[in-house]
C-alpha cells in the first residue's frame, strides 16, 4: 500500500515492484496489444506499452520507477525523458480509449501509441487515433496515470516501458 501511494501524488515518484502477467488475448499486426496484466507494488494492474524496442515475457519481475503524469513530473527517469509529458499524456489518453472501443480498434491504438514515440514498429491503418489524442489529450485528467519504468531503462536487455492507472488511495 505505501509503495502505491506516492504515485497519486504530482511531481513524484517512487520503485516498485512489477510482474508481468499476461499479455491479454487480443493480437493486431502479429504483436499482442491492448490491455496487458501485472501487478506494479503488489498490486493488480493493467499495463499499456508505450515502447515497441524492448520485450517482456509472462511472469517476469523487475523493479520500477513510477513517474505520475499530473502537475510538472520529473521525467527524467523515463524513456522519453524530460519535455515528453505531452508524448505520455497523449499516450495515457488513447489508453483510456480501450474501454470504449470494439476490439477491433485496439490495434490502430496500440500501433499510433508506439509512433508517439518512435518510427519502429507497426504503422496504424490511419491517423484517426493520433488526430484524436491530438485533439483531446489536453482536457483529460492524469490523476493516478503512471509510467512504469524499468530502473534499468538504460540497459539495452530492460524491461518494455508502460503506462499504469494506479488506484485511489480508498481503493487499495
Known amino acids: 500500500l505505501a509503495t502505491a501511494l506516492p504515485t497519486t501524488a504530482a511531481n513524484l515518484s517512487a520503485q516498485v515492484p512489477v510482474k ?3 499479455p491479454g488475448s487480443v493480437t493486431a499486426f502479429g504483436y499482442y496489444v491492448g ?3 501485472g501487478t506494479v507494488g503488489g498490486h493488480v494492474a493493467d499495463l499499456f506499452c508505450v515502447d515497441f ?6 511472469g517476469q519481475t523487475w523493479n520500477a520507477t513510477l513517474t505520475s503524469l499530473v502537475g510538472n513530473p520529473d521525467l527524467s527517469n523515463t524513456r522519453g525523458g524530460i519535455g515528453s509529458l505531452a508524448t505520455y499524456q497523449k499516450a495515457a489518453w488513447l489508453t483510456a480509449q ?3 472501443v470494439p476490439t477491433s480498434q485496439w ?3 496500440q500501433a499510433t501509441i508506439w509512433r508517439l514515440f518512435t518510427n519502429s514498429g507497426p504503422a496504424p491503418g490511419s491517423s484517426y487515433w493520433l488526430t484524436q489524442a491530438n485533439n483531446n489529450f489536453q482536457n483529460f485528467d492524469y490523476t493516478g496515470y503512471s509510467v512504469v519504468t524499468d530502473v ?3 540497459n539495452a536487455n530492460s524491461v ?3 503506462i499504469t492507472v494506479t488506484p485511489e488511495p480508498a481503493e487499495l
Open 20 to 22: 508481468f502477467t499476461s
Open 35 to 37: 490491455k496487458y496484466q
Open 53 to 58: 524496442l524492448h520485450h517482456v515475457s509472462v
Open 98 to 100: 480501450y474501454g470504449s
Open 107 to 109: 490495434g490502430d491504438i
Open 152 to 154: 534499468n531503462w538504460r
Open 160 to 162: 518494455q516501458e508502460f
